[in-house]
C-alpha cells in the first residue's frame, strides 16, 4: 500500500512539473556585433538618424569596440521670442574600447549643440573634458561609471541588474551631469511596426545630461540584449529602431557641406592625409559647395572601379585604386554633415573588401612587435627604438582612419613601448661596474616560544643561515642598495650576488681566485 501511494505521488509530482510553463527569460548573451539604426522623429516628420555599433575585437580578447553617431535638428521655442520657433541642432560621435563588463577603457565623445562645441576623452584612467570650447578639465576617471547611457543598459541587461524590476541610479562618464536615475519594470511585450517584441521599460526619474531641454529623455524600452528599441524625449521627439537599416532619407537642410567632422582637432594632424602616404596624382580634390556632389560622384565611380579591378585579378591597379578612393573619401568626410558621414562609411567598407589595406598595416604592426621583441633580448635597443618608430608612425597611415584596427595597431605600440624602457634599463645595469669580492656566510638565532598544555612552555631557538656580500668595497646584505650604483642587493649565494635596477636583474659572479 505504501509503494502505490509513493507511485501514485511521484507520478503526480511528475506531470505538474511537465505541465508548467517556461519562465522567459529576461536577458540574452550578446552576439559578435550588434548593429543598430534609429530613426528620430518628431511628430511624423524624420528630423535625424542615429548609428549604434557594439562588436567584439577578435584580436584583442574579451575586449569590445562601440562606436555611436547621431544627428538631429528639431524645431523649439526662441526663448527671446516665445510667439516664433527656431531650429535646434544635435550632433554626436563616439567611440570606445570596452573590456568584456563594457566597461569603458578608453572612450571619446564629441558633441555639437548649435554651433557649440564639447569633447571629453577617458585614457590610462584620467577623463579630461574641454566643454563649450572653452573650459578644460583633467580628473580621475570614476572606475565604476558608463561610457554612456546606452552603454549603461547594455552592461546592466548583461549583468542581471534588470532580472527583478526596481530603481536604479548609475553615473556616467559626462562632465555636464553624472548621474542618472530611473524605474525599470519587468519584462513585457511591446507592439512594434514590426511586431510585438519584448522589452524592458525604463522611465527616468533624474535623465542623463541633454545639450537642449527639449532632447532630455523620459522612458525608453530596451530589448533582452540591452538594445535601445524605442525611447521617447520631451518636445515629442522619438528616437525608433530600424529594423532593416536606414535608408538615409533624411531632410535637406541635414545636409550641410560646410560642417566639418567633429573629430577634427589640432592634436588630430597625425591622422590627417600627408603627401607622402599616396601618389602624387591621388591627393584629395579640392571640395566646397559647389563641387561636393561632382567629387561623390567621382568617389562612386572609383569604388566601381576598383570591383572590375579586383573581378579581373589586377591586384596593382586595384590598390592604386584604393589608395585613390581614399583621398576622394578623406576630401567628403572633412565636409560632410553627419548623415553623410554614415553613407560614406559604408563606401569605406566597400573599399576595404576589395582591397584590405587597413588589415595590411595591422599585419605590419604585428610583425614590428614581434621585430621589437626579438631586439630586446639581443639587447639591441638602438634597433628597438628604431623598430617602435615605425611602429608609431602606423598609427598615422590614412588607411587607418576611423577603421577598428587602429585599435590593433595602438595595441601593439602600446605592448612595445615599455620594452624600449626595459632595454634601456637593462643596458644601463649591464653597463655598470660591479665587482664581487668576497661572501660570507653566518647564523642567525632566532628564538621562538613554544606553550605547551597545563600553561607550560619552552623557548626553542632555530639557527638560519644569512648571506653577506663585500660588493664594490661596500657590506652588503640582501635588500641593501649601492648608494653610488643606485643597484639593490636581491639575493647573496657563495659564489655570487643577484643584483637589480627597477626591474631589471644580474647576477654578478666572484672572480676565480676570490673567496
Not at 532619407?249 to 602616404?277: M, T, V
Request: glycine share 6%; net charge neutral.
Amino acid at each position: 500500500m505504501f509503494r502505490l501511494i509513493s507511485a501514485l505521488v511521484l507520478c503526480s509530482w511528475f506531470g505538474s512539473s511537465d505541465r508548467q510553463e517556461p519562465v522567459p527569460q529576461d536577458r540574452a548573451d550578446l552576439p559578435n556585433r550588434v548593429e543598430s539604426w534609429y530613426e528620430i522623429l518628431q511628430g511624423s516628420q524624420k528630423i535625424g538618424a542615429m548609428r549604434e555599433r557594439l562588436e567584439r575585437v577578435r584580436s584583442l580578447p574579451w575586449r569590445y569596440e562601440y562606436t555611436f553617431r547621431s544627428v538631429m535638428e528639431f524645431e523649439s521655442w526662441d526663448p527671446k521670442n516665445p510667439r516664433r520657433s527656431v531650429l535646434r541642432n544635435e550632433e554626436v560621435v563616439a567611440e570606445a574600447l570596452l573590456d568584456d563588463s563594457l566597461a569603458p577603457v578608453y572612450a571619446e565623445t564629441i558633441a555639437w549643440a548649435d554651433e557649440e562645441r564639447s569633447r571629453w576623452t577617458l585614457a590610462a584612467g584620467t577623463l579630461r573634458a574641454e566643454l563649450a570650447g572653452t573650459e578644460l578639465r583633467t580628473s580621475a576617471a570614476d572606475g565604476q561609471a558608463y561610457g554612456s547611457l546606452l552603454l549603461a543598459l547594455y552592461a546592466m541587461r548583461q549583468g542581471g541588474q534588470f532580472s527583478k524590476e526596481g530603481r536604479f541610479q548609475i553615473r556616467l562618464l559626462d562632465p555636464r551631469g553624472a548621474e542618472a536615475s530611473f524605474d525599470a519594470g519587468p519584462l513585457a511585450s511591446r507592439d512594434r511596426r514590426d511586431g510585438p517584441k519584448s522589452a524592458t521599460r525604463v522611465a527616468f526619474l533624474k535623465p542623463p545630461p541633454a545639450a537642449h531641454p527639449e532632447t532630455e529623455w523620459k522612458e525608453a524600452w530596451i530589448d533582452k540584449y540591452g538594445r535601445l528599441l524605442e525611447a521617447s524625449l520631451r518636445n515629442g521627439i522619438k528616437i525608433v529602431l530600424v529594423e532593416d537599416g536606414w535608408t538615409g532619407a533624411l531632410p535637406d537642410r541635414l545636409w550641410r557641406n560646410g560642417r566639418r567632422c567633429p573629430f577634427d582637432r589640432a592634436e588630430a594632424l597625425r591622422r590627417s592625409l600627408r603627401p607622402d602616404e599616396i601618389p602624387v596624382e591621388h591627393r584629395r580634390p579640392e571640395v566646397n559647395r559647389d563641387t561636393f556632389r561632382s567629387v561623390w560622384a567621382d568617389a562612386d565611380k572609383i569604388l566601381q572601379a576598383m570591383a572590375e579591378a579586383r573581378a579581373s585579378g589586377r591586384s596593382d591597379e586595384l590598390r592604386d585604386k584604393y589608395f585613390e578612393f581614399l583621398a576622394y573619401w578623406k576630401a567628403l568626410w572633412d565636409k560632410a554633415a553627419a548623415p553623410q558621414r554614415l553613407l560614406l562609411d559604408e563606401r569605406r567598407e566597400a573599399a576595404e573588401r576589395y582591397w584590405p589595406g587597413a588589415a595590411h598595416v595591422r599585419a605590419e604592426a604585428a610583425r614590428l612587435h614581434g621585430s621589437a621583441v626579438d631586439r630586446l633580448e639581443r639587447g639591441e635597443c638602438a634597433s628597438l627604438e628604431e623598430d617602435i618608430a615605425r611602429l608609431r608612425r602606423l598609427r598615422d597611415r590614412i588607411e587607418l582612419e576611423r577603421r577598428p584596427e587602429l585599435l590593433d595597431v595602438l595595441a601593439s605600440i602600446a605592448r612595445a613601448e615599455p620594452l624600449l624602457r626595459k632595454c634601456r634599463d637593462r643596458e644601463e645595469l649591464n653597463g655598470k661596474l660591479l665587482d664581487l669580492e668576497a661572501t660570507a656566510e653566518y647564523e642567525e638565532v632566532v628564538r621562538h616560544e613554544v606553550k605547551f598544555p597545563l600553561a607550560m612552555s619552552e623557548e626553542i631557538r632555530f639557527v638560519k643561515p644569512r648571506f653577506m656580500a663585500v660588493l664594490n668595497g661596500e657590506l652588503v646584505r640582501p635588500g641593501d642598495v649601492l648608494p653610488r650604483e643606485g643597484v639593490k642587493v636581491e639575493q647573496i649565494t657563495r659564489h655570487a650576488v643577484l643584483v637589480s635596477l627597477r626591474e631589471e636583474l644580474r647576477w654578478i659572479r666572484m672572480r676565480e681566485g676570490r673567496k
